[in-house]
């Protein structure tokens, strides 16, 4: 029995779909192509010098029994994602879902950071969302139908010290995200993002003990999420029970930025 099934009917079913989503090796975003494929959606992600990881994602994809291919792509080179995505429709044929996650950190003050840490950020986590809307905008307006998810952060709603950098490409993905609900409504395309909260991904078990132990303190629900909370959140976003909300930024973040 697949995940969502009520009364004998998969409520969140993908199958027939493509979905592209960058950053998909590891992280929030395998677990997003993971959960696709579970819904049976044919699968074409993205990584950027990380083929070890991408290799062993692919593999357990195509054991979910769905169409898979990993892209080596930089999503902050304009004319890369172009070249790229052109590849994906060929190989997929049609794309009905876009998953914006590829996301870098370069934690500093102000004070510390350089120009190249606050350009490095907003050029893969902002203008890389960008660029996969960009190369996907006229296929979407012609089959007048699509799905795009933007992976933001609760950051972009509230700030945060040491990521001015970070805050500002998520901040700036919300209102990308508004921007294109508006442009595409009339289409039949959505246009979402989800913020999540303190989610336990390798770069949060990285962080030192206090501070992990002062963001935990700082949720009401007094745990971290799991990545499946925002891959969840994507599958509801993704299917057609999701065919009216557009415009949305919704928080997974056990309460944390109320």
Known sequence: MRLYEHRGRNMFELTGKTAVITG???GIGKAIAMKFAEQGADIAFLHFNDSENAAA??????????????????????EAVQQ??????????????????????????????????????????????????????????????????NISSIVGLNGNAGQANYASA???????????????????????????GFIKTDMTDGMPEKAREAALA????????????IANTA??????????VTGEVIRVDGGMAM
């Open 235 to 244: 599958v509801f976003l993704a299917s057609d029970e999701a065919s009216y």
């Open 24 to 26: 998909a090796s590891r």
């Open 57 to 78: 994602t692919a593999a357990e994809l195509e054991a979910k029994g769905v169409k898979v291919k990993a892209y080596e792509c930089n999503v902050a080179d304009f």
């Open 170 to 196: 998520k901040a700036g993905m919300i209102a990308l995200t508004k921007s294109v609900a508006k442009e595409l409504g009339s289409r039949n395309v959505t246009a979402n993002a989800i913020a999540p």
């Open 218 to 229: 700082a949720i009401p629900m007094k745990r971290a999420g799991m990545v499946d909370d």
């Open 84 to 149: 790229t995505v052109a590849e994906v429709l060929n190989d997929f044929g049609e794309v009905q879902i876009l998953v914006n996650n590829a996301g870098i950190v370069k934690d500093k003050l102000i004070l510390a950071m350089t120009e190249a840490d606050f350009d490095a950020v907003i050029s893969v986590n902002l203008k890389g969302a960008f660029n996969m809307t960009k190369a996907l905008y006229q296929h979407f307006m012609k089959k007048r139908r699509g799905r795009i998810i």
